[in-house]
């Protein structure tokens, strides 16, 4: 399946996408959140499907949301592709560096990026999310799989004086309003036929930075999943994402290009979709 969800920011109802339209589930559950996949949603959801109910169709002009709502955490990998860290001329991580996003950051795939107030160096990083299925604590990962609903796109954006000179945790430059633009779909798993083997791409003004596939991942999705739940309960509904490949704006070289109001970002991801955000000053 390919869900969705729809309507106006913070009154969104889930849906389906099948083939190239959308239908309203929303008689048949009531969101995409925690209490939805720990209740086995996704399976009871596919077998309500299967009987052909008649659902309402949403016309393609409405704004999609984040596929999943807000979550218990929103947790991300740094530095997980060989080339990325070159560029930025960090090392390869010996162990996964993880650091968080406020939920408060998700926001649906096309809706404008906000640029922070006092910001001059925001920027952009596509990267492949994967969404806890159930309650994961210490997981073997042989077991692992076991415990991941499906997958998004997603475009870490990050503000990188806040980021980096600033002090302190990278939080500071991750959590903006705005800066976790998810979807359009999640994907269930049996929907991607190799995760490890997605074409993934990202433009700023109709050029291409980033252009990569998610083999380069050094720390692979079943190692992270056990990797994670070793030092924190994965709730159902988190948002796990894996990290950057090369093509940032802060590796860009002689000079950095950071987005400025007027911008355009599109990415995309095989089998995920496509998503664009168009860049907007902050004012009050």
Same mark, same amino acid.
């Given at each position: ?12 109802? !889930? ?21 939805? %996949? ?16 008649? /659902? ?7 704004? /999609? ?64 999310? %994967? ?77 291409? %930075? ?11 999705? !079943?190692? /992270? ?33 950071? /987005? ?25």
């Amino acid at each position: 399946m390919k869900l969705i969800r729809f309507g106006e920011a913070g009154k969104e109802k !889930p849906g389906v996408l099948i083939g190239e339209k959308r239908f309203d589930v929303s008689s048949i559950v009531a969101d995409y959140n925690e209490a939805f %996949f720990e209740d086995n949603g996704l399976e009871k959801l596919e077998a309500a499907l299967k009987n052909n109910p008649v /659902l309402p169709e949403v016309d393609a002009s409405v704004r /999609l949301g984040s596929p999943v709502a807000r979550p218990s955490k929103i947790i991300c990998i740094g530095l997980n592709y060989v080339d990325h860290c070159k560029e930025t001329g960090a090392p390869i991580p010996e162990e996964p560096i993880i650091f968080f996003k406020s939920t408060t950051a998700l926001c649906g795939p096309n809706d404008d990026l906000i640029i922070p107030k006092n910001s001059d160096k925001t920027d952009w990083e596509i990267e492949l999310v %994967f969404i806890v299925g159930k309650k994961a604590s210490y997981v073997e990962e042989a077991d692992a799989m076991d415990y991941v609903a499906g997958y998004c796109l997603h475009n870490d954006y990050s503000e990188r004086a806040f980021q980096l000179e600033r002090g302190g945790q990278w939080a500071k430059g991750k959590g903006c309003d705005t800066f976790a633009p998810l979807g359009p779909i999640m994907a269930t798993k049996d929907e991607i036929a190799d995760v490890n083997n997605l074409s993934m791409w990202l433009t700023v003004n109709g050029k291409t %930075f980033q252009n990569s596939n998610t083999s380069n991942l050094v720390f692979k999705i !079943p190692f /992270l999943v056990h990797y994670l739940s070793q030092f924190m309960t994965l709730l159902p509904g988190d948002v796990i994402s894996t990290g950057t490949p090369p093509g940032v704006g802060l590796g860009i070289k002689p000079q950095p290009i950071y /987005l400025k109001a007027g911008d355009v970002v599109e990415l995309g991801m095989e089998g995920l979709g496509t998503s664009k955000q168009v860049a907007v000053a902050y004012s009050k």
